[in-house]
DNA sequence: AATGAATGAGATTTCATTCAT
DNA sequence: GATGAATGAAATCTCATTCAT
């Protein structure tokens, strides 16, 4: 028994491996032009032994995603606090999320690249979104802020949560480019954010 | 006499040709993977000839995004109209983009591709972005807007547009993915838009 | 244990396959125009495998006029022969030379081509010329020469290896021609040998 | 009348100065490697007219090669002089050919390259080689060296023509490869050059 | 005669994926 | 399970030559 399960635990350590070190190299130098035989080097395995993990190379990144996904997600679920209103969380949330793509640009680009992916549902046939769980935070969020009085009402909260998260990659797109790009802009990176937040803050508040 | 110049003409038609070729063709099934053997077949053209107007095949694609940038740039220069407030010319010109992405999807996801594309002014040596025409419009609209009070002003114009345009294609990217995760997210296209306008014109207008 | 070694001969050993295959083809009828399809034809491997081994086309070439110095290098060193004057040996060394070049007349070619290529040493910065031990073979003789009082001494060691082999490969490169231009000439090759060796050693000995 | 004649003079004058640009180019930085385009533009003629003078890109080439050897012919045959010994005129030839190459040296890699090419005497049938008319001189003067006793007459005229011109151009193509390689070979240009002549000139004399 | 746009075969190289050991 | 040699389709680009105007 414990043997088997010894080994499907050894089988998941091993997916780690390979995917931190993914993550290592497609953030790296080459970007995710890193081809397998790299990843092989870099993971000291034999490049067939990759495809014993992953069914090909587009999964790999697509996992990486998911796990970038993930991460984001648990730092944004920190946020939920049910002392707070909508609009004072969505706030909060606007901070961490600008932390989390200034600290982690990879996983951010990848976001970007497979925000639109579409996962099965486990046992159910139901299709989900790979980001799915970061927009059901900032659903609660809103569902808060619509109850609480302090968000507008106007708008139903899916559609919102599919402006909030479009503007948002938006503006973490732009922002993901090279310096040289936004010094032709003339703007400030710092103040880019802080505007885009004011703009939405002001926007989503439930007018009196 | 003429000569020469009707050389130039045919020149510049042909050029236009294989442009609007390709256009076709990478908006097609096989998308940008389409290759210049392709695009020599559906421009019933030689290959190397292709390579007589274009010096690759990425700078078709930019190409093709110049002209949709300028297809997008000409359409919403007619939105200025110093008659409106800036606030209204900004809701005005958020109906354009929308309708010319409805339209002209694929030039959309070239302008989201190429947005960041750098360029050298002709003669100056200047740096400039390929969507520069269409953000010196932003500009001039927020400028307009600022003036005139309609908008606010705590936040400066650069940073304005930058936020704008980054909300914009935010929302666009999300729009152009395929239909069937506007389905998942169980939302309606319309309605994003005009939400993603709602709020935008709630958090520009100046608090009075 | 074996294992490791056993795959590093293996893989020697379907280099040197290459190898052979590319002396075949390459000395064919298409010469050195014959291309890595064909390459991959002959030696019934995908062309990628190709790539595998030798890292472009260039250097397959470069390695066969390795191989091609070696052989020649390997012939030369027998007649290396203390017990005859430096004079004499140079004299065997022509003969070698000649027979070699009439048995492989496609390493000749190799010869000529990549004579001038320069190599650095595997741990030494230091350059030197493909051909470089062949050079040191006659200078050896020559420098027996010299000392035994065989050969001029007006000259030096150097200077006359440089104008033996330059000389040799000009002789070469006449008789590497095809034949109907010796017919045009109207010489006979074996001729053109003996001669070129009679002015050589004639002009080689010392003036008494 | 005359007007056939003044076209065909001046269509003989445009194939020269086809064929003098034609050396600046080739022998300028693209080498032999210079495209027709490239020739089109230098001479400032459209491709297609290149094609009216010459059938094809080789013959240019070839035209070119015969152009130099003519050049050095015209100046080997100022050594003609039955003053001299053939020894000594051997000499002089000796000194013109080293003094050629180094003014020409483009020149030089183009008779190298075609000095086997075989043409048709324009209404014979007969064939004969591009550098026949060099040849021919080396054959007079040997031929009076023989006569004169200055020569050696153990060898042939024409085996001797064929030694010697294959010696020369071997000598030539070793001195006309990069500098560095001769800093490599740690020899220098000009004492080749001489031994070359001191080996060849005590070869050839005639033992008494 | 002069042109130069058009051609298209063909060359080299890359890399995700497979499969025999 | 692990391996990595082998694969081969596909991609980009060049350039001598032709031919309609």
Known sequence: MGIKERKIREKELRRKEILEAAGKLF??????DATMD???ECTELGK????LYFPNKESILEAL????????????SRVLDDSKTGVEQISDNGDVFVTFMQEKPFYGSLILKYEKTIL??????EKLLMVEPVLDILGKILEKGQTDGSIRNDIGIK????ILWSQMLGVLNTLSGR?????????DTEWIIRGHYR???SGLVSEK
């Not at 953030?27 to 995710?32: D, E, L, P, R």
């Not at 559609?159 to 599919?162: F, G, N, S």
């Not at 310096?179 to 703007?187: A, H, P, Q, T």
């Open 179 to 187: 310096k040289e790009i936004l010094e032709i802009y003339g703007v």
């Open 120 to 125: 099965k549902a486990p046992e159910t046939e």
């Open 65 to 76: 995603a998911e796990k970038g996904i993930n991460l984001l997600r648990k730092r944004l």
């Open 27 to 32: 953030s790296g130098k080459k970007g995710m």
């Open 199 to 201: 703009v939405i803050m």
């Open 48 to 51: 067939g032994t990759l495809y």
């Open 38 to 40: 790299d990843l092989a």
């Open 159 to 162: 559609e919102l949560v599919a």
